[in-house]
């Protein structure tokens, strides 16, 4: 961990609007076509950032973007400036809020799950960010596919995904009752492959777009938004859910989240 995280008197980013706020701001910014960028950052991303975590979650990340270990110094300078980028060009970002929607079923520390000020002034990085918490997709309001299609209404949509095929034999259009079209986000990913895919979404026709690209697509939502004027929302492992898939525990049948999954 670089020195420099190492000061107990670090200040972080702070929770500073209601999730249920930021609802209503993409519900808006949807009807009217107006661009808006939601990245969130979960402790694995906070982890990149900071080059923090041992080597078994180095290994992890390295397998992700096709790379043995021994190049995790080229996987994390290549994933850290996607994650930077995104950062920087992001009005509203998603941290773990205490708070929030897992309220009285998980308490993090600030340490392992936001991002220092001092971090943030090493990278010239001044953005005043909206700052919600990052469960905020796996809140009914917007995980619950039957809310979501509210919020929606009716409006074409594009999904960014690894599970692209298995969302479409979901149906995720008919629950939506919406045009959906898909790009197929491959993972693993090799690092090399993006600059073709950024390429493709170029093409996106939709007004907004959800996606869920692990690590190596962060920076799909700034994106998309600052070139595109899309409404994007980066919808992480809310995706898995819609796909059929519990990643989390959170979504199993029982779960606290199990309205995210659809079967």
């Known amino acids: 961990m670089h020195a420099h995280l190492k000061n107990n008197n670090m200040k972080y980013l702070e929770i500073n609007r209601n999730y249920k706020d930021i609802v209503n701001i993409i519900k808006e910014r949807i009807e009217t076509e107006t661009p808006f960028c939601f990245t969130r950052y ?7 950032l900071n080059d923090a975590g041992p080597d078994k979650f180095r290994q992890k990340i390295c397998n992700l973007w096709g790379h043995g270990l021994a190049n995790w110094p080229v996987v994390y300078s290549k994933l850290r400036k996607i994650m930077l980028d995104s950062l920087k060009d992001s009005e509203f970002i998603g941290l773990f809020d205490n708070n929030g929607v897992l309220k009285s079923h998980m308490t ?12 943030l002034k090493l990278h010239n990085i001044n953005q005043d960010f909206q700052i919600c918490d990052h469960q905020l997709p796996r809140s009914k309001e917007i995980g619950d596919i039957k809310e979501f299609k509210k919020i929606l209404n009716g409006k074409d949509l594009h999904i960014i995904s690894p599970h692209a095929k298995r969302l479409k034999s979901n149906n995720i259009a008919n629950l939506l009752g919406s045009s959906v079209t898909y790009t197929e986000w491959p993972m693993p990913l090799s690092l090399e492959q993006r600059p073709q895919l950024f390429k493709k979404l170029d093409n996106i026709k939709e007004s907004v777009v959800i996606f869920g690209a692990a690590a190596g697509g962060k920076d799909i939502g700034s994106y998309l938004t600052n070139k595109h004027g899309k409404v994007c929302i980066d919808f992480g492992a809310t995706l898995d859910a819609w796909a059929g898939i519990s990643s989390r525990g959170w979504f199993k049948p029982g779960g606290v989240q199990s309205y995210c999954l659809i079967q």
């Open 108 to 119: 993090v520390s600030k340490e392992t799950w936001s991002i220092s000020e001092d971090f």
């Open 42 to 48: 979960g402790d694995g991303d906070i982890r990149i």
